[in-house]
């Protein structure tokens, strides 16, 4: 079982930073894969980001200039560092993890992950 809290939304003018946060308890912290999606308002969950073991980490192509997925393997947490901010990036923000160590060919997909946080809203807004 792994339990996961996500923090750090919020509002956002366009242009700024914003770095979220990802606690995690239950499973050895570093033995499973962690990723972070997003939902916008009437749009499908999509696949932000993921930390594989080995500290290995992989992204949406279409955001790894401006995302960055850290962990502090101290705090058991991940963070997702979010720089120039859209408002397209306005969604909830999930952090997923799950028990199996899949191919990376399946971890863009959220069916592989059985554990969820609640979510953090991030709005991006003048």
């Known amino acids: 079982q792994v339990r996961l809290v996500e923090s750090g939304g919020g509002l956002v003018q366009p242009g700024n930073s914003l770095r979220l946060s990802c606690a995690t308890e239950g499973r050895a912290f570093g033995t499973y894969p962690l990723a972070w999606f997003r939902q916008a308002p009437g749009e499908e969950r999509e696949f932000v980001g993921v930390?594989?073991?080995?500290?290995?980490?992989s992204y949406k192509s279409s955001l790894k200039d401006r995302f960055t997925i850290s962990r502090d393997t101290a705090k058991n947490t991940i963070y997702l560092q979010m720089n120039s901010l859209q408002p397209e990036d306005t969604a909830v923000y999930y952090c997923?993890?799950?028990?199996?160590?899949?191919?990376?060919?399946?971890?863009?997909?959220?069916?592989?992950?059985?554990?969820w946080g609640q979510g953090t809203q991030v709005t991006v807004s003048s």
């Open positions: 997923a993890a799950t028990d199996k160590n899949p191919p990376l060919s399946v971890l863009w997909t959220q069916t592989t992950y059985e554990y």
């Open positions: 930390l594989r073991p080995g500290n290995m980490k």
